[in-house]
């Protein structure tokens, strides 16, 4: 059968490589690169905001000083060129929330989350990578599929373990659009015949 290459999910549409791409991080090789590459931060909402405002007295001794004193300037987040609201970022490439342990880069915001010392964990556009969540004018939502070479361990290893992203991305897609959503994806994801278990 012919994947089509955008697939409507009750109203949310999604690109096709999201069921038949493979993709599951491997934190060993790349360290979470992520956290500290590309060229603004990651896409948030203002609920999201106010979130992470109010974890961030408890994250702040994780966050270098650089981080502590972009985020006296200008804040939590800014408006990047294409005009969307995005976390501050530090020498133009480094989350502000990034902390590290050893080598590794971790999220401060999600290290809080998951010690049980704030209600917010990170934004779902980190959550949800490798899918970019695309909002059109009339409230119609795309998901894409993004491609970046600093994720190609996570390319490889996803391969190996025979995961597809939306099965990979499973919690945070529940996280955004239901459960209900998401056994609808998966029903779909079977009639293409992408279920390989």
Not at 174 to 187: A, P, S, V
Request: with cysteine.
């Amino acid at each position: 059968m012919v994947i089509p290459p955008i697939i409507d999910i009750n109203g949310i549409l999604i690109s096709s490589e999201i069921l038949t791409e493979y993709f599951c991080c491997d934190y060993e090789k790349c360290k979470g690169i992520c956290c500290v590459e590309g060229d603004a931060g990651a896409p948030v909402t203002m609920d999201e905001i106010a979130g992470i405002e109010d974890a961030l007295d408890t994250v702040w001794g994780d966050l270098s000083a650089s981080a502590q004193s972009v985020i006296d300037k200008q804040g939590v987040a800014y408006t990047d060129k294409d005009g969307d609201l995005v976390t501050s970022i530090v020498r133009g490439k480094d989350c502000v929330f990034t902390c590290y342990d050893g080598d590794n880069c971790l999220c401060a915001l999600e290290k809080a989350y998951r010690n049980g010392k704030t209600q917010f964990c990170k934004p779902i556009s980190c959550a949800l990578y490798p899918i970019r969540e695309k909002k059109f004018s009339g409230g119609l939502i795309g998901l894409n599929y993004n491609r970046w070479a600093v994720c190609k361990d996570a390319v490889e290893k996803g391969k190996a373990l025979h995961l597809p992203v939306y099965k990979f991305l499973k919690e945070p897609l529940i996280r955004r659009f239901g459960q209900e959503w998401y056994d609808e994806l998966c029903k779909v994801a079977t009639l293409f015949d992408t279920e390989k278990d």
